[in-house]
């Protein structure tokens, strides 16, 4: 139900554009105390659906990627309007929505494939009913990308999505529907971070597959300390390095740069957190045209037009946030660059900034979720791999410029899960698999081996029937 009013109710839960407010989808919470029969009803469904050939589960799932293609605008336009990224924005990732299908089919047979090898056959089997946690930044797509490999694998699917993002959800699970996935397989659970928790808490619950902050993903850690049998996937983001060496192209670095750390306003957990400088004229180039080109950038709603580069922050809250967090990096010794601010009071749009922190003491590793870009100034390569790897984290991290040989030094120093060269930090592919190291995740990547924790190996020594062996060991007897 979409309105424009907002819910007069507390068992409703709403959305809002995060620059005007005004009331983008309503719908009632989910009760906690109806989980119990919410599961009940998904395992019911999953109990048929697991048995069903896999081309028929594949089939189902083209189908929505089918009817996605057809209503990718109408997914678009409330992605833009819950999450507030430019409309260009948002259709691309309402077309990663249908691209995920057959990347997953197609990694499912690579990786569940059942396999014959040292006398074993290897078969593999869903884990029944998983919880899908999802986050505000990729309302749909992040999400998606555990639930399409986790029905495909015979699971059934529980997903409570961002509370800053519930229409976003709804509107999944009508197209779901409108593709013809059997009842009860997908459910969506409408609430806060505490109906999150009951839901990962709760005994009936194989799995839980999550995207979103690192305080969370470690409450969940240890909250599942005591059910080891239960499946945990963790993508966390990360306070990720960006070098830049010697560039030929400035501008094109600058380009790079900027795309890396603010496209999404920032809001990708990949973006660029800490451009590391080695110092030298063509660096001190590449740095003046980043500030020149960041200072640029069209922040905007994503009404407005022509597009804007980048929308808001998802909420005052947040935007609060991230000044609260330049202002303590400037007490620490930082010397903006560019200075971040509110272009519109009691908004959450933000001039992209950027902080030199060269000289800075107690730089916190953290991850700043937004448009702020840290600046380091170091001498040499080494101390560049070295500042790089001085992190808790290890998600992303890239470098421009340099050859091919800095470049594979680079790729076999730096700890993390996904490292780019002359390529925005933000670029992924869904071919290969998305995740990280450290506090980043627990090496459960996502995107092409989501496959990997959606279900688990089965192996079996088998015969037709039963039959001596060519050797018995000693002590034991038979008559023949």
């Not at 407010?21 to 009632?28: I, K, L, N, T």
């Not at 730096?414 to 998305?434: D, M, Q």
């Amino acid at each position: 139900m979409r309105s424009s009013d907002p819910p007069v109710d507390p068992s409703f839960i709403d959305s809002r554009d995060p620059v005007t407010s005004e009331a983008v989808w309503c719908g009632r919470r989910t009760d906690p105390t109806s989980l119990d029969a919410i599961i009940r009803r998904a395992r019911g469904a999953q109990a048929d659906w697991r048995k069903r050939p896999f081309a028929d589960r594949a089939a189902q799932a083209r189908a929505f990627a089918r009817i996605v293609g057809k209503r990718s605008d109408e997914l678009a336009a409330i992605i833009s309007a819950e999450n507030g990224k430019p409309f260009w924005e948002a259709r691309t990732e309402a077309a990663t929505v249908a691209a995920k299908v057959d990347l997953s089919i197609r990694a499912h047979d690579i990786r569940c494939r059942e396999f014959a090898g040292g006398g074993a056959v290897t078969r593999f089997r869903p884990h029944g009913v998983v919880a899908v946690l999802g986050p505000f930044n990729f309302p749909a797509h992040l999400p998606n990308g555990h639930i399409v490999p986790a029905l495909l694998a015979g699971n059934a699917v529980l997903f409570k999505p961002s509370e800053n993002t519930p229409g976003t959800a709804a509107l999944m699970e009508e197209l779901w529907c409108e593709a013809g996935l059997p009842r009860d397989l997908l459910h969506i659970l409408y609430g806060d971070g505490s109906l999150g928790a009951t839901l990962a808490a709760h005994p009936g619950i194989d799995g839980i597959f999550f995207t979103g902050s690192e305080t969370v993903g470690r409450k969940l850690l240890q909250s599942q300390a005591s059910h080891p049998g239960k499946i945990l996937a963790l993508e966390m983001g990360g306070n990720n390095p960006l070098v830049v060496a010697e560039c030929v192209d400035p501008v094109a670095a600058a380009v790079l740069i900027v795309q890396s750390a603010f496209l999404s306003a920032g809001q990708r957990c990949t973006c660029a957190r800490r451009l590391i400088l080695i110092e030298s004229a063509s660096t001190r180039r590449v740095l003046g045209e980043t500030v020149r080109t960041a200072a640029a950038l069209t922040v905007g709603h994503h009404g407005v037009r022509p597009e804007p580069f980048m929308g808001p922050v998802i909420s005052n809250d947040a935007a609060g946030r991230i000044l609260s967090a330049q202002e303590s990096l400037l007490k620490a010794g930082g010397i903006s660059l560019l200075h971040v601010e509110r272009l519109q009071e009691g908004t959450p749009l933000l001039r992209p900034g950027m902080i030199d922190m060269t000289n800075a003491t107690d730089r916190p590793d953290e991850e700043i979720f937004g448009p702020l870009l840290q600046v380091i100034r170091v001498k040499d390569f080494e101390a560049a791999l070295t500042e790089a790897n001085d992190t808790r984290f290890g998600l992303a991290a890239g470098l421009i410029g340099g050859n091919a040989a800095m470049a594979a030094v680079f790729r076999d120093s730096v700890r993390a899960g996904i490292v780019n060269w002359n390529r925005p930090l933000t670029g992924a592919s869904g071919s290969a698999p998305f995740g990280g190291v450290g506090h980043s995740g627990n090496h459960r990547p996502s995107a092409f081996f989501a496959a990997d924790y959606c279900a688990y190996p089965v192996a079996s020594m088998e015969d037709n029937q039963p039959r001596l062996p060519e050797t018995l060991p000693p002590g034991l007897a038979v008559r023949t």
